[in-house]
């Protein structure tokens, strides 16, 4: 679904150049939930914008199933974004000018592609991340909880082949938070969705099946869930970052 | 919803301010333009202001001056407007819309915007400056000069000014399209723009170069023409005032970066001071480009307090009620006539005198100037007989003024205002002819008599004045009647049908632009073969052509050779014959105002959007909504306060400078004092509007950034220490 190999990227501030990613390679599978994880300046965010297409990475490559990212143009980039990616933000960015079901319902109007089954998806997107009361709502009314559903939904309806999303609970209190993550667990079940998420918190990406923990631009870990218990999975994240901490000390 | 366009459509319906405060800009500016060209190129105003001249040369400055304004608050507009939708642009590129695409969109929007706005803006302009006129007319003066006739070239400029605010707000939407950065969407970051460090000198260096720079501007042309005797070329003095322009920016810079209170105040202004730091280019840059349309502004507000104030003075302080003079070659009502004039309208006249004068030629420096290397030089040759002038003898000058005058033989006395100023006129004489016989007589001048009424007249010897007198046909010889009359405040109507039978049997030959003068001509005929001031060659030349018809027109009575000079009249119709320029000036600082309202708005708002996240971080950590207006309240004042507090002291230590200098000897009379006086009301008045604008605007930041007021006044509440 998605290789990333050997990704490298450096930012220029004045004169001195910081490499911020030194080489990343990974993959993800269909219908994987993958997190990443690792501390500040490790370049996760980085890593999701490149993936995102939103930045340019110097050298590797990025595939998203067998298209080459990096070859292609601003139009293709942001044709990829639209209909192969599925993007959850932090800050949400929901349109304040459009109801939850608009909203829902824009990377299909951006991409042309609206018609009644579209809407009936809307609509049952709604149903699975249990919005479909407040669909007729505008952002403002609702809850930071439901935006990130109605974003999550959002990022769904163009059946895209990857959801990217950043920080999706950053935002959130553990209500919320749980809601969240439990519309992540209903895209993958229900709808056979792909995710890979950037965060720092163990308990979100405790419910991921195999979490990235990046450190100085490098892959430093990679924990399979497998058939552990998530509270366990989330000890086992949790000793693997302080373990990082002590190395670095 | 299907389309992207319906998504437009929405987002315009939720963001309907944005757009009508973009839309408002382009029209309120067009039509500020569009009326502001419309009443300059108009006839009406053209007649009055002379081709050449300092009042079109001031209006087109400050023509230049509202256009630049203009021109900036309606691009800070679309920046705001763009600014605004750079989230939205954002989003739609984040979830895969091309550029392309939304600038498709973009354009669509901003083509009904731009070009209804400015179509709106261009048409009622015409209309706008045609209304004010008759509002103007209908409640201040209606003459039949104060007709408003349009120039349709106007409209030249109108579209000119269109098409730039079309091509700008198309040219910085393509811009903001490209320039939008997902990632500063997605992760909510900003690009600052700090500046780099202020050296705390830049304040008062900047105060002292801003002074300099005035003194410099204003004294190079009496420098280069005065004592190199050098014409410069158009502009080159305006270069002198660059150091005042720099001075002005560096005091702003300090302001922004440093402000004035020191570091005792550091912490207390450490969030308003860090913020505006970091935005602060466009700051100062928006600072200064207030700071001189506020300075535009008040150059045209003062105008009419000045004016006012110094012609209302001089009519109250002159000496005798009613003072006219003609050429003896017409016939124009004598004391018997004038009386019965008064009869008719129940008005008493005292004090009647008619003297004697006559035309003679005086000696001087003529002025010639020669084309060079350098440009255009002139010297000075003395002439013998280098113009003329009007003479009294000494017993006419007793019977005029009840002043008598001691003069011997062979002396003369010129006779300049009761405070003294020789301004246009050299009482300094030594030589004396009859231009016609040739009789010559070297003359002494004396101290100059003091007499408002006989101002630029000479007063010499009796048996010199006979002497002089021999052989002088009517043409150069005129009459000096002086009169007054009893409760002068009531004779309007006998002063008004005084002047109309003066004016009704002066003939064609009279018909002179003042200033004209037969000495002078026939140098001129001899030299060039046309003399300017003919009547028959002063519209060519930019002067006014003296029409009888238009006896009550600013051009006639400001203009006339033999314009009489009454008390009541020229006190009564003041307004009237100063109206084309009063509303001028007047629409002038309308239009400057206006801009600096608009900009500064614009550029508080901006700090708002700007500092959003800011301000929600500071409430996170503790910061009360009354400590985070007053925070507020640092930006937004300095927006307003630092560029009126700028350009009210500039402008008005310019005026008093150049009141200082253009008078002979230099210094303040007590009329231009008075006139300062009335121009501070003025200052104080639009103060008081300024402030309004900045509560409102103050109010509008506050509101944008979630702090309602809860009944706290923004400075209210102690600071954390």
Not at chain 2, 179 to 189: G, L, P
Not at chain 2, 614 to 625: E, K, W
């Amino acid at each position: 679904m998605l290789t990333v190999e050997n990704l490298r990227k450096s930012y220029q501030v004045g004169k001195t150049s910081y490499e911020v990613l030194k080489g990343v390679s990974l993959q993800v599978g269909k219908g994987e939930f993958v997190a990443v994880m690792g501390p500040s300046g490790s370049g996760k965010t980085t890593l999701l914008n490149c993936i995102s297409c939103y930045i340019p990475a110097d050298s590797g490559s990025i595939r998203l199933g067998k298209t080459e990212l990096a070859r292609l143009n601003g139009d293709a980039l942001a044709e990829v974004r639209n209909k192969q990616l599925g993007f959850v933000f932090q800050d949400f960015l929901l349109l304040d000018g459009l109801t939850v079901r608009q909203n829902i319902l824009l990377p299909a109007i951006i991409g042309g592609i609206v018609s009644d089954m579209t809407e009936q998806r809307a609509d049952q997107l709604c149903e699975v991340f249990g919005i479909a009361a407040i669909r007729d709502k505008y952002p403002a009314e609702i809850s930071g909880g439901e935006k990130q559903r109605t974003a999550v939904a959002r990022a769904l309806i163009n059946h895209p082949l990857l959801i990217l999303a950043d920080e999706p609970t950053g935002n959130l209190d553990s209500k919320s938070t749980r809601a969240v993550i439990r519309s992540f667990e209903q895209a993958k079940s229900a709808l056979e969705a792909t995710i890979f998420m950037v965060t720092h918190d163990s308990y979100a990406a405790s419910f991921c099946d195999r979490v990235v923990i990046l450190r100085d631009g490098v892959v430093w870990r990679t924990l399979e869930k497998g058939n552990t218990e998530r509270e366990t999975f989330q000890d086992e994240l949790l000793d693997a970052i302080r373990e990082m901490g002590r190395s670095d000390n | 919803m299907r389309h992207f366009s319906e998504v437009y459509a929405l987002m315009r319906r939720k963001n309907k301010q944005q757009y009508a405060l973009l839309a408002g800009c382009c029209f309120f500016s067009v039509l500020l333009i569009t009326a502001y060209v419309c009443m300059m190129r108009a006839p009406t105003i053209l007649n009055v202001l002379p081709e050449g001249g300092d009042s079109r040369k001031q209006i087109m400055m400050i023509f230049a001056l509202a256009v630049l304004g203009c021109a900036v608050f309606t691009t800070y507009a679309s920046g705001l407007f763009f600014r605004q939708k750079s989230r939205e642009t954002g989003v739609f590129l984040a979830l895969g819309a091309s550029r392309s695409q939304v600038r498709r969109e973009l354009y669509r929007e901003l083509g009904v915007i731009s070009l209804g706005s400015c179509a709106a803006g261009a048409a009622l302009g015409g209309p706008l400056a045609w209304g004010l006129w008759q509002v103007f007319r209908l409640c201040v003066v209606d003459t039949e000069e104060m007709r408003l006739v349009f120039n349709p070239a106007a409209y030249v400029w109108s579209l000119a000014f269109s098409a730039f605010v079309i091509v700008m707000m198309f040219l910085l939407g393509s811009r903001s399209v490209k320039r939008t950065n997902i990632i500063d969407i997605v992760q909510e970051s900003h690009t600052s723009e700090p500046i780099r460090d202020v050296p705390r000198w830049y304040g008062p260096v900047g105060i002292g170069l801003l002074a300099l720079g005035g003194f410099l501007g204003y004294m190079s042309s009496f420098f280069f023409i005065g004592i190199l005797h050098w014409y410069p070329p158009e502009g080159l003095t305006g270069i002198f005032y660059l150091p005042a322009l720099m001075g002005l920016y560096m005091i702003l810079l300090h302001t922004v970066v440093n402000g004035w209170n020191g570091k005792k105040k550091l912490y207390k202004d450490l969030i308003a001071t860090s913020q505006m730091r970091f935005q602060g280019r466009q700051t100062v840059r928006n600072m200064l480009v207030m700071t001189l349309l506020i300075a535009g502004a008040y150059f045209g507000s003062f105008y009419t307090p000045m004016l006012g104030t110094g012609s209302m003075i001089e009519y109250d302080t002159r000496p005798v009620d009613y003072v006219y003079n003609f050429r003896a070659d017409q016939d124009i009502p004598l004391e018997e006539e004038v009386r019965a004039l008064a009869e008719e309208y129940g008005v008493t006249v005292t004090d009647f005198a008619a003297v004697p004068m006559i035309r003679l030629a005086v000696d001087g420096d003529h002025h010639i100037e020669e084309e060079g290397p350098m440009g255009t030089t002139w010297r000075a040759e003395y002439e013998e007989v280098m113009s003329t002038e009007l003479f009294l003898s000494a017993s006419g000058y007793e019977a005029l003024t009840g002043e008598r005058v001691d003069l011997a033989p062979g002396e003369l006395r010129g006779v300049v205002d009761v405070e003294g100023s020789k301004l246009g006129f050299a009482p300094d004489k030594s030589l004396v002819t009859n231009y016609l016989t040739g009789e010559q007589i070297p003359v002494t001048s004396l101290e100059p008599l003091r007499y408002d009424s006989l101002f630029g007249r000479y007063v010499m010897n009796d048996a010199d004045f006979a002497a002089l007198s021999a052989g002088l046909p009517e043409e150069w010889r005129e009459t000096q009647v002086c009169f007054n009359v009893e409760n002068c405040e009531e004779t309007y109507d006998f002063a008004k049908a005084l002047f109309n039978e003066i004016v009704d049997r002066s003939t064609l030959d009279v018909a002179q632009f003042s200033g004209w003068d037969p000495v002078i001509r026939d140098r001129y005929l001899a030299e060039e073969g046309v003399y300017f001031l003919d009547r028959e060659n002063c519209a060519e030349y930019g002067f006014t052509v003296i029409d009888y018809a238009q006896r009550d027109s600013s051009a006639f009575r400001m203009s006339w050779q033999y314009m009489p000079a009454f008390r009541i009249l020229d006190r009564m119709d003041f307004v009237k014959t100063m109206a084309v320029f009063l509303i001028l000036f007047v629409f002038v600082a309308v239009v400057c105002f206006s801009a600096v309202f608009v900009i500064a708005y614009t550029r508080c708002m901006t700090i708002a959007l700007t500092n959003r996240k800011v301000y929600d971080d500071l409430r996170h950590l503790g910061a009360s909504d009354a400590w985070l207006r007053r925070s507020v309240r640092g930006q937004v004042k300095r927006v307003f306060l630092v560029p009126a507090l700028a350009g009210t002291s500039l402008i008005y230590a310019f005026y008093v400078m150049i009141m200082y200098f253009n008078g002979s000897p230099a210094g303040i009379t007590p009329s231009e004092a008075a006139g300062l006086l009335a121009a501070l009301a003025v200052v104080a008045a639009v103060s008081a509007l300024i402030y309004g604008v900045y509560r409102l605007t103050l109010a509008r930041v506050c509101q944008a950034l979630g702090l309602e007021r809860s009944g706290r006044l923004p400075g209210g509440p102690a600071l954390p220490k």
